[in-house]
């Protein structure tokens, strides 16, 4: 292996710089020369390609998004478009790809990997929803940015005694709402994964106010229902002062923790490695702080579920 391209798809995630960085360093360390695709797969369908060096990834490891820039590729799923891509990267001479991204870069990693070129996926993604990896880069600063803003409602919540619901990201997961609204002790969390009912939640709100509570704090998954809509419902069936906070896209912004960032580097030399090693069609992931390995069709063809355990403390320590 002598030339492999690296890029960034789905969704932004801080962290990803990091991971980028990580391959390109260690990749260039093992005698390599590295390419970035610019624009995730759409980059690869229409050739946008640059090689990189030791400089272009410096000043990065701190900042959140990508400079690679990201896309979803609808193009990229017509045999058309997969002819372009694989007929580019061949004329390119890349021998190997490493594809950062969630699930949908994944399908898209496989495609590659399909037609022969040794490709290997990095879980990037605020959501958390990869199977087969403790963590994916992105989620612990969503989640530390989410506590934040759960920190400073919560200050104005407790001043008007009023009730707030906070609608976080997680189209299909609530991996992003149970970790923060474990750690920023919501009242309720409501996610995709569990059924809810507007009257349980309700319920639970009047109990804790005839216990002595004058605020709470109600934090959903996007894929669990609106936040005006819930916040409406809680108004009208109970009375109390509700205030409604969609956080949206700041999630994906920001500065990258030390955990994104030590995991991005990780991830990204794993990769690296596997594929000077001659592997192909795998997808590196986090066990205990370390790094591990799994094939591409074992992660994709599994779903990762959320921990009960979490969900049911949350809901025990929050009465
Ligand atoms: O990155 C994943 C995710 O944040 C989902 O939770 C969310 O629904 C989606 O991306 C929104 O992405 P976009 O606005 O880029 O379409």
Not at 130 to 153: H, P, Q, R, S
Not at 155 to 175: I, K, L, Q, Y
Not at 187 to 206: A, D, G, N, Q, Y
Request: hydrophobic share 40%.
């Amino acid at each position: 292996m002598r030339r492999i391209g690296v890029l960034t798809s789905g969704g932004d995630a801080p962290g990803m710089n990091a991971a980028i960085r990580a391959v390109v360093r260690k990749g260039i360390y093992q005698g390599l020369e590295i390419w970035g695709v610019h624009r995730g797969f759409a980059g690869v369908i229409s050739g946008d390609f640059i090689p990189m060096n030791l400089s272009s990834v410096a000043d990065v490891i701190h900042r959140g998004g990508t400079i690679l820039h990201t896309a979803r590729s609808e193009r990229f799923k017509t045999p058309e478009g997969q002819a372009e891509a694989l007929a580019n990267i061949r004329r390119a001479g890349i021998e190997g790809m490493v594809v950062i991204g969630g699930d949908g870069s994944f399908r898209g990693a496989k495609v590659l990997s399909d037609a022969g070129i040794p490709t290997v996926g990095i879980p990037g993604t605020i959501d958390n929803d990869i199977y087969g990896t403790e963590l994916t880069i992105g989620f612990d600063t969503a989640v530390n940015t989410v506590v934040d803003a759960m920190n400073k409602i919560r200050d104005t919540a407790t001043s008007h005694e009023r009730t707030f619901v906070m609608e976080v990201m997680g189209r299909d997961s609530g991996f992003i709402a149970m970790a923060a609204g474990l750690a920023g002790g919501a009242e309720s969390i409501l996610i995709p994964e569990f059924p809810w009912t507007i009257e349980e939640v309700c319920e639970r709100l009047s109990r804790s106010q005839e216990r002595g509570k004058r605020h709470s704090l109600i934090i959903v998954a996007e894929g669990a229902g609106q936040g005006f809509q819930i916040g409406e419902e809680i108004q009208r069936k109970t009375g109390f002062d509700t205030r409604v906070t969609v956080l949206g896209h700041i999630q994906r912004g920001g500065t990258p923790t030390a955990t994104d960032r030590t995991i991005a580097s990780l991830m990204g030399a794993k990769a690296v490695d596997l594929l000077v090693a001659g592997e192909a069609r795998k997808v590196v992931g986090i066990s205990c702080g370390d790094v591990i390995v799994h094939d591409i069709d074992y992660v994709l063809s599994h779903k990762k579920e959320i921990n009960r355990r979490l969900y049911d403390l949350a809901a025990t320590l929050a009465i």
